[in-house]
């Protein structure tokens, strides 16, 4: 009996590694082709002809005198002015992740504490506002920013995004903030601590974590975000995606795909590399806010 238990054990092991193997293999393969394909040459890459081109680089061989080129990267770069929006980009997230884990942090813990009704509304009206479409909001702001002649600029888009995004914050902060012990608190104002310096001093050294994890996810919406930055921002000063998505070209117009693929290897590695640093205390902070939900 237990020669068979062990038996299906290991069919069942082998199955998930399998299972899993083919699902790493079928989620990475896409970037690991886009990443290949950003050296070479349009007629490579988006060849009708032979797929087998992209891997080879026939044609980027003939138009460059070698089987790979950075010449996409160069060009979407400086003629494209990519490092603009990348630039543009490190502000706004920098910005949104700021103001979102400082207002985050400070209601969030005060909800937690507060023994008032009112506290549970203000999480339901938040859970409210975040389920709504990005794009009913922000179709709202068009026309008094347009009024107010502050369209197009990279402040007013930090303010909506924080915004969109203060709801989630505060909710995943909330339930961290609910799995720290109240008597941390009470022994702090005990010893005559305030309550901002039972706050900063104690209760924020153990919820790091959470804040890490917080952060992260504030962090992806502002790097990620389309709807809000392409309505809400001029050329001049687009971010990443929509720069991306205007390198595409329109029906109207035709666009530089070799730009754009090498735009989104541009600016999907930065964001792989800060979520494989950060992986640790994001798996820690997940789990520690799934205690309490």
Request: charged letters at 10%; one cysteine or more; hydrophobic letters at 55%.
């Amino acid at each position: 009996m237990e020669s068979k238990v062990n038996k299906y054990s290991k069919q069942f092991i082998l199955f998930n590694s399998i299972f899993i193997f083919c699902w790493l293999v079928i989620s990475i393969f896409p970037f690991l082709w886009t990443f290949w394909g950003s050296f070479k040459v349009k007629a490579d890459f988006f060849s009708r002809a032979d797929w087998w081109y992209t891997v080879s680089g026939v044609n980027t061989l003939i138009e460059t005198g070698g089987r790979s080129t950075l010449e996409a990267y160069i060009n979407s770069w400086i003629e494209g002015e990519f490092w603009r929006a990348a630039r543009n980009t490190a502000i706004v997230t920098f910005s949104v992740v700021t103001i979102s884990l400082f207002l985050g942090t400070l209601g969030a813990y005060a909800l937690s504490r507060s023994t008032y009704k009112y506290a549970f509304w203000i999480l339901i009206a938040a859970l409210v506002f975040r389920a709504m479409p990005h794009i009913t909001l922000v179709s709202g702001y068009l026309f008094p920013f347009f009024q107010l002649k502050i369209w197009g600029i990279l402040p007013t888009t930090i303010i909506v995004l924080v915004a969109i995004n203060q709801p989630f914050t505060l909710w995943l902060l909330y339930s961290f903030f609910k799995t720290v012990p109240k008597e941390l608190d009470e022994s702090a104002l005990i010893d005559g601590a305030s309550y901002f310096q039972a706050f900063r001093h104690i209760i924020m050294p153990v919820m790091w974590p959470g804040v890490i994890t917080a952060g992260l996810f504030s962090l992806m919406l502002a790097y990620n975000d389309f709807t809000v930055t392409a309505l809400l921002l001029n050329q001049q000063n687009y971010t990443m995606v929509p720069k991306i998505n205007a390198f595409l070209g329109t029906v109207e117009h035709g666009g530089n795909y070799m730009w754009a693929v090498a735009s989104v290897v541009s600016a999907t590695a930065p964001l792989f590399m800060i979520v494989m640093f950060f992986q640790r205390q994001l798996i820690s902070g997940l789990t520690t806010g799934a205690v309490k939900g």
